[in-house]
């Protein structure tokens, strides 16, 4: 080659491509020797310009300069874009020798769970279920159940009042009478389950807010052995088919008569150990006959009308199903209480 502006060029153009380390490194090389305004292209328009007999042998060093420049460019951009290419994956490469992080599924809170069996089983008995307001008025909490201001029942059952006439329900029983206004005359077979809230200082038996399930059936000829007949099937169903029921008298302002109704006690069978306190039995609701009061209050004829009411602590019922030391565990929401009745896979 001889013309010397040329292989000045040349010279300069791989002194700058070798010491390109990057594509942009490379694709400023490219600008600077094969763009349109680049020295080169100068020269490519000088062949015109030139006498025809040195035409041919300079367009010709100026075609291999240029060819030159262009194989060496694309070279090393090639080079350099492998190199930046291995050095993205070995920066992004996953170690699948890594262990897989374990899916951590919830798991029910053993409440809910025994609340939708017990709803199931007075389901598949023909209940239906009602509802009614946990904001409550004194008269729907207490009056219509036969329990008149200053009665001293009303003292076991202290709660939140948010003011002189309404307050946050004791129990479900209200919604008897909310039930019995609705059906105006008409049978019923109800359950309601429901939080009920009391002023209570919290302990390992005691919180200010439980939940209960409400039963009320109400038709003619409706017996004490109805009310017996349903909760002995109930505790069959919920507690394993071994379990005996027993009925004891008791006292409820809206039942005549009431009973207490006690199970036997799954640890000992009704011998009789330190869970049952010796007595075989453990105690799981409360009952009896709809009072004649509370019918008549709420547009039943009692002399027509009969029928049986229940009521049952849910909490209650899922400390002995899984035998839980403490009612506060149910609202803690502490995972590790509430891991251990994930369902099994
Ligand atoms: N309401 C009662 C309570 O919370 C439980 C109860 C007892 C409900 C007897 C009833 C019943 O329907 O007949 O202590």
């Not at 004194?138 to 009056?143: I, Q, S, W």
């Not at 030391?325 to 995972?335: A, C, L, T």
Request: hydrophobic share 35%; with cysteine; glycine share 8%.
């Amino acid at each position: 080659m001889k013309n010397e502006k040329l292989q000045q060029i040349l010279k300069s153009a791989l002194e700058d491509i070798a010491a390109s380390q990057t594509s942009e490194d490379i694709a400023n090389c490219r600008n600077k020797y094969l763009a349109k305004k680049s020295e080169l292209s100068g020269m490519s328009s000088l062949i015109g310009t030139l006498p025809p007999e040195e035409r041919k042998d300079f367009g010709a060093e100026v075609f291999q300069t240029k060819s030159e420049i262009t194989r060496l460019i694309e070279e090393k951009s090639k080079e350099l874009q492998n190199k930046e290419l291995e050095a993205k994956l070995a920066k992004e490469t996953i170690d699948i020798s890594l262990p897989g992080r374990e899916l951590n599924p919830g798991s029910r809170n053993p409440f809910y769970i025994v609340k939708d069996e017990m709803i199931d089983i007075f389901l598949g008995m023909g209940f239906e279920v009602a509802d009614g307001p946990e904001v409550e008025t004194d008269k729907f909490n207490f009056e219509l159940l036969n329990i008149p201001q200053d009665h001293p029942a009303r003292d076991m059952q202290d709660t939140f009042y948010i003011n002189d006439t309404e307050l946050l329900r004791t129990h479900t029983s209200p919604v008897q009478a909310h039930t019995m206004e609705k059906a105006a005359g008409k049978p019923i077979r109800i359950i309601c389950p429901g939080k009920t809230y009391r002023r209570d200082d919290d302990d390992a038996t005691h919180s200010h807010q439980f939940a209960q399930i409400e039963g009320l059936v109400v038709d003619k000829d409706i017996n004490i052995g109805h009310l017996k007949a349903t909760l002995e099937l109930f505790a069959k169903r919920m507690f394993g088919e071994k379990r005996e029921i027993r009925l004891r008298s008791s006292y409820f302002p809206f039942t005549e008569p009431s009973v207490e109704v006690d199970i036997t006690c799954a640890n000992c069978g009704g011998k009789g150990c330190n869970m049952c306190k010796g007595t075989g039995y453990i105690e799981i609701l409360g009952g009896g006959m709809v009072h004649p009061n509370v019918l008549k209050m709420n547009g039943y004829d009692p002399e027509q009308y009969s029928g049986f009411a229940f009521g049952i602590g849910i909490e209650r019922v899922a400390i002995l199903r899984y035998g839980i030391d403490d009612i506060r565990k149910f609202y803690q929401n502490d995972v590790r209480f509430l891991h251990q009745f994930k369902k099994k896979a």
